[in-house]
């Protein structure tokens, strides 16, 4: 080709971004756990629940004012759609512009679609180091108590009862559960109180 004055076209190689795997944001929370109203530091994750029939998914909202869960959705699949449904129901809690919500860097929460919501609802987006569950305690806390108090034979249900145990366990544990951390009182009720009397 080049004795015939020839020259091979190359085609340049385009940048490809996989529409999952956008930027990771800062570690913004760092680690600071208390909040000193509801709605002003939210944490989230996924966690995994092997029924007899089956694995489910269970992605919920906690907030650290009162470790209260905000919202939560559960799927047979850990997509992108939970984690946005979960944040839909989150949705008509926020009050003020600004609420923080922070996670670890997987891909659901890397997603257009994800970062599309948070910033509709005026959300700042925080998230963990690589491979630093530390940055992300309370929410592990919280999934270590939830498998402890309420899936100890996870086993040996089908996801339809694990789901329906879900539903129960999250009514119990923000209305009725009591923590000295809040004053030997449930999640719903510290915060009542403390806004009651602000």
Same mark, same amino acid.
């Given at each position: 080709?080049?004795?015939?004055?020839?020259?091979?076209?190359?085609?340049?190689?385009?940048?490809?971004?996989?529409?999952?795997?956008?930027?990771?944001?800062?570690?913004?929370?760092?680690?600071?756990?208390?909040?000193?109203?509801?709605?002003?530091?939210?944490?989230?994750?996924?966690?995994?629940?092997?029924?007899?029939?089956?694995?489910?998914?269970?992605?919920?909202?906690?907030?650290?004012?009162?470790?209260?869960?905000?919202?939560?959705? #559960? %799927? @047979?699949? =850990? /997509?992108?759609?939970?984690?946005?449904? *979960?944040?839909?129901?989150? $949705?008509?809690?926020? &009050?003020?512009?600004?609420?923080?919500?922070?996670?670890?860097?997987?891909?659901?929460?890397?997603?257009?679609?994800?970062?599309?919501?948070?910033?509709?609802?005026?959300?700042?987006?925080? #998230? %963990? @180091?690589? =491979? /630093?569950?530390?940055?992300?305690?309370? *929410?592990?806390?919280?999934? $270590?108590?939830?498998? &402890?108090?309420?899936?100890?034979?996870?086993?040996?249900?089908?996801?339809?009862?694990?789901?329906?145990?879900?539903?129960?366990?999250?009514?119990?544990?923000?209305?009725?559960?009591?923590?000295?951390?809040?004053?030997?009182?449930?999640?719903?009720?510290?915060?009542?109180?403390?806004?009651?009397?602000?």
């Amino acid at each position: 080709m080049k004795q015939m004055g020839l020259k091979a076209k190359i085609r340049a190689k385009k940048a490809y971004r996989h529409p999952a795997m956008g930027e990771i944001s800062e570690h913004l929370l760092k680690r600071l756990f208390k909040a000193q109203k509801p709605n002003e530091k939210w944490l989230t994750d996924v966690t995994e629940l092997k029924g007899k029939d089956g694995k489910l998914y269970l992605s919920p909202i906690l907030d650290l004012f009162n470790r209260e869960i905000v919202a939560y959705a #559960m %799927s @047979r699949n =850990a /997509n992108s759609e939970m984690v946005k449904e *979960m944040l839909e129901k989150a $949705a008509p809690r926020l &009050t003020d512009k600004g609420t923080m919500l922070h996670s670890d860097q997987g891909v659901l929460y890397r997603t257009a679609g994800y970062r599309e919501l948070l910033a509709e609802h005026s959300m700042i987006q925080s #998230m %963990s @180091r690589k =491979a /630093n569950c530390w940055d992300n305690a309370p *929410m592990e806390s919280f999934f $270590a108590v939830l498998k &402890t108090e309420c899936f100890y034979n996870a086993g040996e249900l089908t996801v339809d009862e694990l789901m329906k145990q879900i539903d129960d366990y999250m009514d119990y544990y923000n209305r009725e559960r009591c923590s000295l951390k809040l004053k030997k009182l449930s999640p719903v009720a510290y915060r009542t109180q403390l806004t009651q009397s602000a």
